[in-house]
Structure formats: C-alpha cells, structure tokens
C-alpha cells in the first residue's frame, strides 16, 4: 500500500524511465526495460538516479571502461557509480545519498587505517574466533566416493564456529567498530528471523552502543527466542505491524528510522544488497573468508580450491568466500539458492534462476516479481534465504558466467541437514544445507581428487526444532 | 541401600584421620551391576602399594600427588569398582598410556582439535566487563584485568567436546563398535553424539528425565547427532549409574565415555589430560599477550572437568591462585544446592573415593541448580585433593547471583554464558576488589548459554532488560 513520507522498498516512481535520460549519453551499460510501476506503488518524492555530480567525471569513467573493452572481467566491481556491470547503484531518497557517500568515504579512508585494521584482526581473532579452520570432511568425501574408488575431496570452511554460530558476525563486527569510527552511538538493523538481529544486538553489547532491531511482528511471534536473546544482549527490539508485518517491512520501518536519524545513526545492513556502498563493504568485510581459505588451501594442498559452493540468499556468505577467487578463473564458483516448495510451485527463493531484474531496497538486481512489478513473497524453509532480491554482484557474476547458480527444494536441504549431521557430527543450518544438498548433484561430474570447499555459513542449533518436525528421528 | 563399613574388608584396621570437621562415612557404591544380584563388595585394586591405610599427612615435601599408580589422589580417588570391571579398566589405562606418548595418535587428535573443534580458543580481554568492575570498586580507576578462555567457541559449545573426541578415538583403537556416556545438561551427550558421527561409532546418551525437560534443545541435537536418547528416572547421577549398568552388560562391544574427572581410574586421569589442553594454551596465550602467567583462575566447579582443564597447568605454579565456584542453588542452608566441597563429607561414589553430599545414613542427597551441568551430588577426586591440600579454594554461587552475572556478561561484551559458566562469572564480584590494580584473572568460560535461553525466560526475565 502507498506509503507516504518515505521510501519503502527504493523502487523509482512510475515516470522513472524518462529521468534515467541523462544517461542514455554514454552508457556504460544498457539501461534495462522495466515495466513502470502503478501510482498507487508509488511515493511522494521521487527516486532520482543522482550519480556522478560532475559529467566530465562520468565521461572519463566511460572512456575508462571503454578502455578496458568488452572484457567484463577488467570491470572495477563495484566501479565509482556503485555498479557491477548494470547492477547495483544507488536508488535512494535525497536525504540518504549524504549519509551514503559519508559512509563510502569512511569506508576507503579506514581500508587503509592500519590502526583500524588491527583493531578489527584483534576482534575477529580474540572475540569471534578467527581464523576458523579448513576442515576436511572424511565421511562426506567417502559418501560421494564413486565405486571405482575416485572422487572429490570435500573441505568445509567452518564459519559455523565463530562467535554467534554463523559468517554474520564477520560484517556486522566491521560495521560496528566503523559506526564508532563514524561518531555514531546509535545502531539500527532490521530482521527476520533474528540472526542478523542477534549478531548486530552481540556486537552492539561489544562495543557498547545503542541498538534498536526492527523485526515483523510476525516473525516476532514465530522467533521468540531469538527476541530473547536479543533483549539480553541490550537491544531494544522493535515490533512492526505495517503490512505483512515481516521482513520486508521491518526493512522499510528501520530505513524510515534511519532517514530520520541519519546523524547520530548507522544502519547495519546484514547482506551484500542495499545501495552502494553497502554491497562492497559488506563483501569486504566477509572477504576474510576467502582470503583465509586461500592460504589454508596452500597450506593444505599447495593449491587453490577447484570449486567453491555456498548457499545464496542475499549473498553474503557466497560473496565472501568467492570474491578472493573472482579473478582466478580456474576456479569454480557455485552458489545455491532456495527452490522451496519447488520451482514450479510459485514458493520459492530462487531469485537468479527465477528472477527478473528490476530495483529492490536501493539496488538493481535481479529479484522475484510478477508481471506488474510487485515482489513476490518468497518461500523457504530457511529463513536466511527467504529473500526475494538478491545481491548485485551475485547478478553480475551469472550475467558474466563467472559463477553458476542452481537451487535446492526444502526436502533435498533436509535431508542434507540430517545426513552431514549423521555423517560429520556437525548440525548445518538450513541454510548452509541448501549448499550441501547441492553436492549429490556436483559431486558425481566431478573429477577425482577435485578439492571443493563448500562454505559452512552457520550451525544449525537454531533449526533444531524446524527439522525435527519434519524428520522423522 | 544399607552401608558396608568399607574399610573392614579383609581385617584391615581403621586408618587414623587428621581431626576435620567431618567424617569418613561409609558408602555403597551406587549403581553398579546387579548382575548377580550380590551386594558390591568394593574391591579395591589388588596390586600391592600404598593402601587407604596409608593417609599422607599434610605435607609440603610432596603437595601435589598428582595420581599415583593406583589413580589416587592422596586418600581420594581409587578403583572401587567390581571385578568384573578390573580389567576392562586395566585395558583402558594401558591404551591410554599408550597414547598418551603415540606420536600418530597426537597428530591425528591435535588436527582434530584444530579442524574440528575449532582450537585453539582465544584468551579474550574483557574490557567492559573489566571497566565495569573498576568501576564499581575503585575510585582510582585501576584494577584487575578480566579475561575470559573462551571455551564456548568450541564446537559444540562447551569444553566437553575436548575429551568426547579424544575418548572417541581410544574407543576405536580399542575395536569397540558402541559408546554409551550418560550427561546433565546435555553438553557431554552432545559432544559425545557428535564425536561418535565422526568417527562411526554407535552412541547411546542416558539422561534424567528432568534434565531432558529443562535442556531439550541438547536432546533434540543428540538425536539429530544419530546418537540414542534413553530417559532415565530422575537427573544425572541416574542416568551415570544406568550407563555404566548398561556398559557393564555388553562390556566386548561397548566403551563407556565418562564427560568428567570422576569414575574409577584411570577416567579421572583420562578426562583431565585431554581437557588440559585449556590451561596449557592459557599459558602460551598468557605470555604472548602480557609477557607473564594468569594470578588468578577461575572456573565453575560441578564435577570438575572444566575447574582441572585450566587449573592443572598451573598445578605447580604457587604463585597461580586456583578459584573453584560450585552451586549454591537456593542456599547453602535451604538444602537445595549442589556444593559439595562446602558442606560435603568424604566417600566413595561411581568408582573413586572423594566428597560427596551425603546424609548421616550414609545415602546420596539430592542436589540442585539452576546450572544442570553442576547438579553433581560427588565430585572429581582431583579436585577434593586440590582443596584438601589447600592449593586450590573453592566457594559458592547461588542461582540467583548466576543468572545475574550470566546477564551482566550478555549486556556488557555480547557473550551470552552457559549457566554453569555464569556461577565462575558470578564471584568475580566478591573477588575483584580483593585484587592487586592490573592482576590478571582468567575465567573459563566453559560454555555458551544458548541451551539456556528456556530456563531465563521460564525464570520470568522482564521482558525488556535495559
């Protein structure tokens, strides 16, 4: 329904295409055809699509990628406006494009603040428990092992140790100790299940600041628990009842909450979407992944991975076990997305297989609409996946065919959450079992002695109850 | 269950106590097989040597026996288990020795440790809990230095994992197909379950139904782990008698996994070494962050495998002050509580001679916390001779003053302890200001607090904590 004031989802209004003119002059990238929403979707300010402020600016930019030609993958990602390839960018309200650009400013400044970038080491080692290990997964390996005696080798990067029991922690650490930085006491975060709401409330008892969790009343309702937690922890969590009182309006209420309070307030979002720059930083500051993997893997092997899987909701976890092996072409890169019900099913999470592109929270992307425009409510038993957009590079990384996406039903995450759990002794998330499922498939194609790290985004004590309910133990 | 005056088998006299405050009270030991339906006869272990009529008076030639061959601890410890077990525990103790110095073994554990478990655990400094303590005790602003081994981080969550993997791996070096283990608050019955799905082993975990109530998620896990849940009426000192029946009845086949330093030798030995990886990082970890060693350790005490993990690298460093906190449930006076060093008396329980809550009759009582992990009417051997010989003190944390500190701990650093942890956390209020400006106190946070979240909320936390 029309919200008035603020923006709620960051879709431009209904006449966007004619303010996207000033870029038809030397577009880097073809301006896609989106349908024009209907009025009643629309908001009382318009979204404009200020990029560069100065032209020669955006020429020089143009003639640069020219320069690096078709080649995509001599494409800076994200470039200066934001993009990857035509993804990405900044659909935002006025008010927030300051707040953005100080944000990215600060970003750039501490990337090379030795002073920042020791103290962050010293909390993703001595308070989330970095570096976390490169296990090799014997029994997985020997499920999957042909009856001529090859096949892959299996490794799982154990980001279900960290602190909080999943790879959030990583980003919502980085921004913490950013806000302070910043001058900012006060942290907002919107959620859904509560995880990224318990991982913002942990780091905010850290470092002793102020924070204020929107979450749908619905979802508070179905995760009380994690409400829980997070009250203890010291946050202050927020209800909200506005439309299907779930994620997607507990994003719009923490984003009206942030406009309002931008100077005294930083906006921590949990994944690798939202507008520029958040898709890079929240990358970046999961980058420690890969990058740890890498040297593991020289220590382990003397090479690199040969594939990479992760599960894909908004990205995060995939993006930064992949972004260190982006330009390494021999490897390969696949994420896996929630099939839910199945694809047909119309219940699904499955947003690059299914997906069209359009803009969603900030940033085009490809996400899961009907033919009006409208978001279609996803579907997955896993709540981190259940997300109808999904990052922008992710998008890129398809359109480029640099990385493969294939999805997985409900039941296959399931029963591969029972069976590494039988297998290994490590309960997945539900989450992180959509990758593992994804292995019957992978592993028969592959050669013998293929390394595959799959990244074990977060343990499954939460799901407990939800998987128990289905399998019959 | 009537008494037997264990000391009059076989026409040996009485041996002769220090004048204490309590007495040595005679006690049959619980839950050993009724197979043959005669009463356990305790039969102490036949290899010839200093006997309990040997007590070693207090002395500070020799403070800290550290386990003779017979598994004692001073007069504490022992084998006091029916013959038909003598040799399955001798099998044991010649394999643990065994690998205790294999070299294949060792890599083979330590990758696990590393890969699988997740070691090492960081030596966290805890500033805004440390702050907070300046705070409130000083005016000067100096004070001690709080920092926790953060054991939580574990897989699993707790400590228990360290010794569940490596008991394990002896498991199948000694060709048995099947563990069973017995837990409290679940810890122990999910490491166990997850080392066992690791390295095919079959698991059956025996818990008290109330515990299965209060610590359901761990139940769930276990299930989820492969391993078989078996209720047993009652809480944990049942559900250990009944494993060890069970244990006891398919003895070829079957290891059974003890979660902490108590059992007849060599299981305390056993549980404390692999745990002892917790307190030799500490000490490395120690001099690299501030170039010296902890002065002070912390840790909750319920049978004591957490307390010896960290204590017993620094055993023989005097100059190490060693605090154990048991439960003090509703009060030392209330009679529901599980402080057995506080208010115990001596005796001979599952296996080993050591303090134990028990009544005049001689019969086990029945303890209580809010931490189940410490509901433990006994207590390791070791841990008993550390206190008896005074090098380690030990005291008291009531629920309340528990759940307190477990909430202080989540509000001020984001880490959200396990109850039992919670009690260790819980005296640093009365310990801090005692302490020297910049003294360096190592608490072990032995584990993470989410098994705990029904048991916060039951206890009806306000719903917004500020």
Not at chain 1, 443 to 472: H, W
Request: with cysteine; proline share 5%; hydrophobic share 35%.
């Amino acid at each position: 329904m029309a919200t008035s004031g603020t923006a709620s989802t960051f879709r431009p209004s209904v006449s966007a295409s004619s303010r996207l003119t000033h870029l038809r002059s030397s577009p880097p990238f073809k301006v896609p055809n989106f349908t024009p929403l209907p009025s009643s979707r629309s908001h009382s300010f318009s979204v404009s699509c200020t990029i560069a402020k100065d032209p020669t600016f955006l020429m020089a930019e143009a003639e640069k990628t020219k320069a690096a030609g078709s080649d995509p993958t001599l494409w800076k990602r994200p470039d200066s406006f934001g993009r990857f390839g035509k993804f990405g960018g900044k659909y935002v309200p006025e008010t927030l494009m300051h707040a953005l650009s100080e944000l990215e400013t600060a970003f750039y400044s501490l990337a090379t603040d030795d002073d920042f970038q020791r103290e962050l080491a010293g909390i993703l080692k001595d308070y989330v428990g970095r570096e976390s290990p490169l296990y090799f997964a014997e029994r997985l390996t020997e499920h999957y092992r042909r009856e001529n005696g090859e096949g892959p080798l299996i490794y799982l990067k154990r980001e279900d140790l960290n602190h909080t029991g999943a790879h959030k922690i990583n980003n919502a650490v980085a921004q913490a100790l950013l806000a302070k930085r910043l001058g900012k006491r006060r942290i907002i975060a919107e959620t859904g299940a509560g995880q990224h709401g318990v991982a913002t409330a942990t780091v905010c008892a850290r470092f002793g600041l102020q924070c204020i969790i929107y979450m749908g009343a619905q979802d508070m309702e179905r995760q009380a628990l994690n409400v829980f937690r997070m009250r203890l922890l010291g946050a202050e969590v927020r209800g909200v009842h506005s439309g299907t009182a779930t994620l997607k309006d507990a994003t719009s209420e923490a984003i009206r909450d942030w406009v309002t309070n931008v100077e005294t307030t930083h906006y921590i979002l949990g994944s690798v979407a939202g507008p520029h720059p958040y898709p890079m930083m929240v990358r970046d500051f999961h980058a420690v992944i890969g990058k740890e993997t890498r040297r593991q893997a020289m220590e382990k092997w003397g090479g690199k991975p040969d594939v990479l899987v992760a599960c894909v909701g908004g990205g995060s976890n995939a993006m930064g076990l992949f972004h260190e092996f982006v330009d390494d072409t021999e490897v390969r890169m696949i994420g896996v997305e929630a099939a839910g019900f199945g694809l047909d099913s119309g219940k699904h999470a499955a947003t690059l297989t299914k997906g069209d592109v359009g803009v969603l929270h900030g940033a085009m992307s490809y996400l899961l609409q009907d033919d009006d425009g409208q978001i279609i409510e996803p579907h997955s038993i896993s709540a981190g996946l259940d997300y109808p957009g999904v990052g922008p590079e992710h998008s890129f990384l398809k359109d480029m065919g640099r990385a493969e996406y294939y999805s997985v039903t409900d039941e296959e995450a399931l029963e591969a959450f029972k069976r590494v759990s039988r297998l290994e002794g490590i309960i997945p998330a539900l989450e992180t079992s959509h990758a593992l499922a994804h292995l019957e498939k992978l592993c028969p194609t592959l050669p013998d002695g293929a390394r595959v790290v799959l990244n074990f985004s977060g343990r499954g004590d939460k799901d407990v109850q939800t998987a128990i309910k289905y399998l019959e133990v | 269950m009537s008494s037997t005056k264990i000391f009059q088998v076989r026409g040996q006299p009485l041996p002769r106590f220090p004048v204490r405050n309590h007495r040595m009270i005679n006690t049959v030991v619980c839950g050993f097989p009724i197979i043959s339906h005669h009463r356990v006869s305790n039969v102490l272990s036949r290899t010839s040597g200093p006997f309990l009529g040997y007590v070693p008076a207090r002395t500070d030639e020799n403070p800290f026996l550290r386990g003779d061959s017979n598994g004692r601890f001073g007069k504490f410890g022992g084998k006091f288990v029916p013959e038909t077990l003598m040799s399955c525990l001798r099998d044991l103790e010649d394999e643990f020795n065994f690998v205790l110095s294999d070299h294949e073994f060792q890599v083979e554990f330590t990758a696990a440790l590393r890969d699988y478990v997740g070691r090492e655990t960081p030596l966290y400094f805890a500033e805004r809990l440390t702050q907070h303590y300046k705070n409130i005790a000083r005016t000067t602003g100096d004070g001690p230095e709080i920092y926790l081994k953060r054991e939580d981080l574990c897989h699993g969550g707790s400590h228990k994992i360290n010794n569940a993997l490596a008991q394990a791996m002896i498991a199948r070096r000694l060709g048995c197909s099947r563990v069973v283990a017995a837990t409290g608050s679940g810890q122990h019955g999910v490491a166990t379950a997850a080392a066992c799905a690791k390295l095919s082993l079959e698991c059956t975990v025996f818990m008290g139904t109330t515990d299965i109530e209060k610590q359901s998620s761990n139940v769930l896990s276990m299930k989820l782990l492969g391993a078989q849940v078996k209720s047993v009426q009652g809480t944990f000192q049942d559900a250990s008698s009944e494993a060890i029946r069970n244990w006891v009845g398919k003895l070829e086949t079957t290891y059974y996994l003890p979660g902490t330093v108590v059992g007849p030798h060599p299981s305390p030995v056993m549980v404390r070494e692999f745990q002892s990886v917790i307190g030799k990082e500490t000490r490395r970890q120690a001099k690299q962050l501030w170039g010296g060693k902890p002065d002070v350790l912390v840790a909750c005490v319920g049978s004591g495998s957490n307390a010896l993990g960290l204590f017993h690298e620094f055993v023989r460093d005097e100059d190490v002050r060693l605090v154990g906190v048991e439960a003090a449930g509703l009060g030392l006076d209330s009679g529901k509580h599980s402080a057995t060093l506080a208010v115990g008396d001596v005796g001979v329980y599952h296996g080993s001679m050591s303090y134990l809550l028990q009544d005049d009759q001689g019969q086990i009582l029945r303890p209580h916390s809010i931490g189940v992990g410490l509901e433990y009417p006994g207590v390791g051997p070791e841990i008993s001779f550390l206190k008896e010989s005074g090098r380690a003190e030990f005291c008291t944390a009531t629920d309340q003053e528990a759940i307190q500190a477990c909430m202080l701990l989540s509000r001020l650093e984001g880490i959200i302890p396990a109850l039992e942890t919670s009690h260790a956390l819980a005296i640093l209020e009365k310990l801090v200001p005692t302490l020297r400006d910049g003294a360096k106190v190592v608490v072990n946070c032995s584990g993470r607090g989410d098994k705990d979240i029904n048991t916060l909320i039951q206890r009806g936390m306000p719903s917004s904590l500020c």
